[in-house]
């Protein structure tokens, strides 16, 4: 820096001259010294041949601070001039990319111009105030940092706020492929002797599922098979009791349980004091994800002068509703910007953004109905009772709240000045509402007997757990029993 030496009789004008002279001096010398050579004119659009930073959408630039190279375009709006002096550019409002940064301040003196959609603020030069950066707008985008004040002297930009988290998908319960059923399960084997004779069981019906099939994979079938058969069986002298119907398979892949088997049917020619027993009923399947229980198989007939009719199966259990999604982060707030060595307050960093509320879990499978109780013949018939109805599914777990957006941090002052303020932290979304339960399945049908106990209602959906989780749903009713045999 060069100071005139004037005499008593130079003019106060001349003077200043000098000294602003001097100074404009030294200030060239240095901004030269901070300049870099690059002078480049920046991307034109967002997209990935033109510019890797962008991200979808062409909003999100806030992670990117520009640097402090002042770019000079023919084609460019009016800026600092030369480089050298005045205020950077305000981003447009329909800005991408790129383009959403605030421009640089002028080398040597000038303010840097604020961001838009989620852009950083511009850096001023030797001497002024950096940029604010701009609040995010796309969800779970994070706010654009503040630029950073003069070199020597000047406040640094304020952080913009993250935006909202996305917020968690409502559960939809999923569609079986088609309405294929899984293989039966095997019948019992029949018998008839002389003696107190019982049958075989009827075997479970296959789950449903994905199958493997030779070089195909694979096969899709939702619905559980059905149960197999109990075994029909004739005692000529003695006791006879028919054979269990097999359990239904479980459904898979969204389809509904397999239906019980029927329980095998009895007979004894007896007169005196040998009993007729009809198989039980096998019990539905429970439903897939949000999916209907299999009906309970119905028990068998029992024929002879003493009589006992199967009873019927109980219905499976309704599926337990799918889940609802996760609530998204929300976005972190920007940074603030550096003040200037010598002087000048950091800027404010923003604050976080809202986590995202957590979705709605579906609704539970209806319970399957009972089977029908089995008849007894003769006079000494003892009526069956029907199956009980199944319990309704329990509704889905609600989703957890997204995490609020992380505080932006505070820019340090200079010198002679002061830190910002770090910004908040987002707060926490809500969790999803849990799913509702579904009804429970009806008692077994006939026209006497005792009646089939009702199912019970399906059991609410737990809270979302995030910071915030929602009431799990509401269960459903369980069904009505049916009337025995």
Not at 126 to 152: E, K, M, R, Y
Not at 405 to 412: M, N
Not at 463 to 484: R, V
Request: with cysteine; proline share 3%.
């Amino acid at each position: 820096m060069v100071i005139a030496t004037t005499s008593a009789s130079a003019s106060p004008v001349v003077t200043r001259l000098l000294i602003v002279t001097g100074l404009s001096g030294a200030a060239v010398g240095a901004g030269v010294l901070f300049a870099t050579t690059a002078l480049a004119a920046p991307p034109r659009d967002c997209s990935p041949a033109a510019d890797s930073d962008c991200v979808a959408g062409g909003l999100t630039y806030g992670d990117h601070a520009p640097s402090r190279t002042t770019v000079v375009s023919s084609g460019a709006p009016a800026g600092p001039f030369l480089g050298l002096f005045g205020d950077g550019l305000d981003a447009a409002a329909d800005c991408v990319g790129r383009a959403c940064n605030g421009g640089n301040g002028g080398l040597l003196w000038g303010n840097g111009g604020n961001g838009a959609n989620g852009g950083s603020g511009g850096h001023a030069g030797l001497i002024g105030n950096g940029g604010n950066g701009s609040d995010a707008v796309a969800l779970g985008q994070a706010g654009g940092n503040g630029g950073d004040g003069g070199v020597i002297f000047g406040n640094g930009g304020n952080g913009g706020r993250g935006q909202t988290g996305l917020a968690g998908q409502n559960a939809v319960n999923p569609e079986p492929p088609n309405t294929t059923r899984a293989q039966t399960g095997s019948n019992g084997t029949s018998v008839a002797d002389y003696g107190n004779q019982s049958g075989d069981p009827g075997g479970t019906g296959q789950a449903g599922g994905a199958y493997p099939f030779g070089t195909i994979c694979c096969i899709e079938i939702p619905g559980g098979g059905t149960g197999g058969t109990g075994a029909w069986v004739t005692s000529f002298d003695g006791n006879a009791t028919g054979g269990r119907g097999g359990d239904g398979g479980a459904g898979g892949l969204g389809g509904p349980g397999g239906n019980g088997g029927a329980g095998g049917s009895a007979f004894t020619f007896s007169r005196t004091d040998g009993v007729a027993t009809g198989g039980a009923g096998g019990d539905g399947g429970t439903g897939s994800t949000g999916a209907t229980g299999g009906r309970g198989g119905n028990g068998g007939i029992a024929w002879g002068a003493n009589s006992v009719g199967g009873s019927g199966g109980n219905g499976g259990d309704g599926g337990v509703g799918a889940n609802g999604g996760t609530g998204g982060d929300g976005g972190s707030g920007g940074r603030g910007g550096r003040a200037g060595l010598f002087g000048g307050q950091g800027g404010n960093g923003g604050d976080g953004g809202t986590g995202g509320n957590g979705g709605s879990g579906a609704i539970g499978g209806t319970g399957g109905g009972g089977g029908t109780g089995g008849a007894g013949t003769g006079k000494g018939a003892v009526a069956a009772s029907g199956g009980d109805g199944g319990d309704g599914g329990r509704g889905g777990d609600g989703g957890n709240g997204g995490n609020g957006g992380k505080a932006g941090a505070a820019g340090s002052g200079g010198l002679f000045g002061s830190s910002g303020v770090r910004g908040t932290t987002g707060g926490a979304g809500q969790g999803g509402g849990g799913g509702t339960g579904a009804a429970g399945g009806s008692g077994g049908e006939s026209s006497a007997g005792t009646a089939g106990g009702g199912g019970q209602s399906g059991q609410a959906g737990k809270a979302g757990s995030g910071q915030f989780g929602g009431s799990g749903g509401s269960g459903g009713s369980g069904g009505d029993g049916g009337p025995g045999a």
